[in-house]
T-cell receptor
Framework: DAGVTQSPTHLIKTRGQQVTLRCSPKSGHDTVSWYQQALGQGPQFIFQYYEEEERQRGNFPDRFSGHQFPNYSSELNVNALLLGDSALYLC????????????FGSGTQLSVL | KNQVEQSPQSLIILEGKNCTLQCNYTVSPFSNLRWYKQDTGRGPVSLTIMTFSENTKSNGRYTATLDADTKQSSLHITASQLSDSASYICVVSRYGQNFVFGPGTRLSVLP
């Protein structure tokens, strides 16, 4: 039973560039949530996707967008990268039917230079 | 307002000692509470999950308690090891897949 997988594990970009991060949820899960975690801070909720639609969104600008595919995998896109976007990006999957909380991937470490 | 608070913010203990981390929440409606361990630069890993009717849940040297009346939870670590050095995050789930995160407790175990 595969857990939550994220790719890539590390990424280096320069200011103004665009980035796409990918996530495959745990088998049986249909909901994907994305979090940004700055060094020394707790995870901050970006948004959640269910049935290919954004269901909930945190306090992040429109530069952050996402997508969920029919197989429940998801992408996080960030446009016009800023230095402050440097962080660990975590994907977590869950299922309303399972109702037992979030399972996290290992994260993508994004560095913006 | 739905909030999760954790204390202490950070903790330093010697290897072999026990410690207890606290989590207080005001989340409603409550579905479940989960403790995660997060190593630096890695994704959080679940330690325990507790529903409204569960008072205690153990996972090896980790024991979580839940008092749903006072809306408090604790995570007790017994006979700490160097590998226990990590951040411990309390996450409370609301019905409808809404998750509220605590800020975490940073634990350092010294030899």
């Amino acid at each position: 039973d595969a857990g939550v997988t994220q790719s890539p594990t590390h990424l280096i970009k320069t200011r103004g560039q665009q980035v796409t991060l990918r996530c495959s949820p745990k088998s049986g899960h249909d909901t994907v949530s994305w979090y940004q975690q700055a060094l020394g801070q707790g995870p901050q909720f970006i948004f959640q996707y269910y049935e290919e639609e954004e269901r909930q969104r945190g306090n992040f600008p429109d530069r952050f967008s996402g997508h969920q595919f029919p197989n429940y995998s998801s992408e996080l896109n960030v446009n016009a990268l800023l230095l402050g976007d440097s962080a660990l990006y975590l994907c977590a999957s869950s299922s309303l039917g399972a109702g037992r909380g979030l399972f996290f991937g290992s994260g993508t470490q994004l560095s913006v230079l | 307002k739905n909030q999760v608070e954790q204390s202490p913010q950070s903790l330093i203990i010697l290897e072999g000692k026990n410690c207890t981390l606290q989590c207080n929440y005001t989340v409603s409606p409550f579905s479940n509470l989960r403790w995660y361990k997060q190593d630096t630069g890695r994704g959080p890993v679940s330690l325990t999950i507790m529903t409204f009717s569960e008072n205690t849940k153990s996972n090896g040297r980790y024991t979580a308690t839940l008092d749903a009346d006072t809306k408090q939870s604790s995570l007790h670590i017994t006979a700490s090891q160097l590998s226990d050095s990590a951040s411990y995050i309390c996450v409370v789930s609301r019905y409808g897949q809404n998750f509220v995160f605590g800020p975490g407790t940073r634990l350092s175990v010294l030899p």
